[in-house]
């Protein structure tokens, strides 16, 4: 088994699920008292969220990055960002280590793809539904069309990610919200919805709503399983 680095605490409610998710999957596939090798560095959200509104990408770069290449001294021989919207920097991380990232986008497209989808809306940070990063990696490598919410609807679903879902916060108000624009984004002809936050599956699971949920986290997780356990 390949030992697996997390870089977390983006929120840490996610990372929660994260762990639960690797763990349960080796312990799937190997039963007994298996589970997986992790070592984890959570950040201090606080200061990542302030530079992400502030636009100073470069800074939450330099930071992760430090902490990638703590992952990897610490033994990590595959690396898992748990985050969509930090997947922003990826590339650069990407660059300044010497094992593999495991990168959300490309773990999201193959499993759309794998259920024939080719249109798909994107809820998520209003960074990762506004900013090119995500939505184009998967129009461009997986040929899927990406479609968002309207401007109001995409204040409505990041506002909730930041003030609510990062914070553990479960609001039913809140997921009728989604629900709402779940079912705009299938009126526009959207196949399923891809869960393009990792705290946003702690809302919304599949029991409701008819359109087909990819939640990123599960997803992400899966893929890392199957890296961990390759040969």
């Known amino acids: 088994?390949?030992?697996?680095?997390?870089?977390?605490?983006?929120?840490?409610?996610?990372?929660?699920?994260?762990?639960?998710?690797?763990?349960?999957?080796?312990?799937?596939?190997?039963?007994?008292?298996?589970?997986?090798?992790?070592?984890?560095?959570s950040?201090?959200?606080?200061?990542?969220?302030?530079?992400?509104?502030?636009?100073?990408?470069?800074?939450?770069?330099?930071?992760?990055t430090q902490e990638a290449r703590n992952l990897e001294l610490a033994g990590a021989k595959a690396l898992v960002i748990c985050t969509n919207t930090m997947h922003k920097v990826a590339d650069t991380i990407e660059q300044n280590i010497s094992v593999?990232?495991?990168?959300?986008?490309?773990?999201?497209?193959?499993?759309?793809?794998?259920?024939?989808?080719k249109k798909v809306g994107l809820l998520g940070t209003r960074f990762t539904?506004?900013?090119?990063?995500?939505?184009?990696?998967?129009?461009?490598?997986?040929?899927?069309?990406?479609?968002?919410?309207?401007?109001?609807?995409?204040?409505?679903?990041?506002?909730?990610?930041?003030?609510?879902?990062?914070?553990?916060?479960?609001?039913?108000d809140s997921r009728n919200a989604y629900i709402e624009i779940i079912n705009a984004l299938a009126g526009k002809g959207a196949e399923g919805i891809i869960l393009g936050c990792t705290e946003i599956a702690l809302l919304i699971q599949q029991q409701h709503t008819q359109v087909r949920l990819f939640d990123t986290t599960a997803i992400h997780a899966s893929a890392?399983?199957?890296?961990?356990?390759s040969d």
């Open 100 to 117: 593999p990232l495991i990168h959300i986008a490309d773990a999201t497209g193959n499993e759309l793809q794998q259920h024939s989808v």
């Open 43 to 64: 950040v201090d959200f606080a200061q990542i969220e302030q530079l992400q509104h502030r636009g100073d990408w470069s800074k939450t770069a330099d930071i992760l």
């Open 129 to 172: 539904m506004e900013q090119p990063f995500y939505r184009s990696r998967i129009e461009n490598n997986f040929n899927i069309d990406v479609i968002t919410p309207n401007a109001r609807q995409r204040d409505i679903v990041h506002k909730i990610i930041y003030e609510q879902l990062c914070k553990g916060v479960i609001c039913v």
């Open 1 to 41: 088994m390949k030992k697996l680095g997390l870089l977390g605490g983006m929120s840490w409610e996610s990372t929660v699920s994260y762990y639960q998710a690797i763990n349960r999957g080796v312990n799937a596939r190997l039963g007994g008292l298996h589970s997986a090798q992790l070592v984890l560095s």
């Open 224 to 229: 890392a399983v199957d890296i961990a356990l």
